[in-house]
């Protein structure tokens, strides 16, 4: 039904417009008294062994949806209803900002593919925060956590700091992300003395907390061998409760879209099928360096059922999903987690 009726006349339209008014949809059928308790009939499957315990936390299954599609949190109890395991918001920063300019998103239909190069579009991470104190959903929530565009890459930290100030008390783990293609200069902070000096800060500042919450590092899919064994070293050397693999690429190679349709799109982050591969490989990698119970999260062209199975075999304890929610509809999280209860 989605995909021979419902994304057919979405994609009629320009990618981000229609993103937001899906949202307001949502927004005002969640309003109305049983639609979400019908969505979840639909789409929630929870099953006792699909559950799983990662750093300290419990998931209902192992299905999350990746930061990027609710930054704002805007749409947690609906969202929650589509059956993921978890939610991560963001990306937010300390400041709202407007982002790179429109358009922004783009479709690549041959290939199952996004590009995007948003910048990091959000309304400040109080504004987030002020509406998760108002959720009523217990799904587990992840904060995704960036800098201000502005922000020099020697001041970084204090971005990260705000933000994890401000969401602590509202969200379950912390994501550090300083792998958006998006943000000029913030693929810098991956270098190995950066990464190490930042990733020691937010640790510690999660150390000296009461009650002490998951830090985990999202990286790029573009990384070399010899980065990514800096990222296990520095991984193990701060204590990180765990990595994110992976972001979008900055590649375009192998594409069934014509380069001269990609030329014309221009920069930004790849999503989708063609990262299907180099994603399972960089979690093969890092799970055969960091040994078999350091908690990794695979995220990258998981499109069917099938591509979880791949990822979760290479290494991934839970995977995220973003491009294939959008290219193979919400029903795509119930076919996942039943492929993934079968082979379990």
Not at 137 to 160: H, L, M, Q, W
Request: glycine residues 10%; hydrophobic residues 40%.
């Amino acid at each position: 039904m989605y995909k021979l009726l419902v994304r057919p006349f979405l994609f009629l339209f320009d990618p981000e417009a229609i993103h937001h008014l899906v949202f307001k949809v949502l927004s005002l059928k969640g309003k109305i008294p049983g639609f979400k308790p019908l969505l979840r009939a639909l789409f929630d499957y929870k099953k006792p062994r699909l559950e799983k315990e990662l750093f300290g936390l419990k998931f209902t299954n192992p299905v999350g949806l990746a930061a990027g599609f609710d930054k704002d949190a805007k749409l947690i109890d609906e969202l929650a209803c589509f059956g993921f395991g978890f939610i991560e918001i963001g990306t937010l920063t300390p400041r709202p900002q407007l982002g790179n300019e429109k358009p922004r998103l783009f479709r690549l239909p041959k290939d199952q593919a996004l590009i995007n190069r948003m910048g990091f579009n959000n309304e400040g991470v109080e504004k987030a925060v002020e509406r998760l104190k108002k959720r009523n959903s217990k799904v587990i929530i992840g904060g995704n956590i960036g800098k201000n565009k502005d922000t020099p890459n020697e001041k970084a930290f204090s971005d990260y700091m705000l933000c994890f100030e401000a969401l602590h008390p509202h969200v379950n783990y912390f994501v550090v992300n300083v792998s958006s293609p998006n943000t000029p200069g913030l693929r810098e902070l991956q270098d190995k003395e950066p990464l190490k000096r930042l990733m020691s800060h937010v640790k510690g500042l999660s150390r000296s907390k009461e009650k002490v919450k998951p830090v985990l590092l999202k990286i790029a899919p573009d990384l070399t061998t010899s980065q990514l064994d800096d990222i296990v070293e520095i991984l193990k050397e701060t204590k990180t409760d765990g990595v994110i693999a992976t972001n979008t690429t900055i590649s375009r190679e192998a594409l069934q879209t014509s380069s001269d349709e990609v030329g014309t799109i221009g920069a930004g982050g790849l999503s989708g099928k063609p990262l299907t591969s180099k994603s399972t490989e960089v979690i093969g990698y890092l799970r055969k360096q960091l040994g078999p119970d350091y908690p990794i999260i695979g995220v990258g062209g998981i499109m069917n059922p099938q591509d979880a199975l791949d990822k979760l075999n290479a290494g991934a304890d839970l995977i995220q999903l973003y491009t294939g929610f959008i290219y193979e509809g919400p029903g795509v999280v119930k076919r996942m987690n039943k492929a993934i209860l079968k082979n379990n």
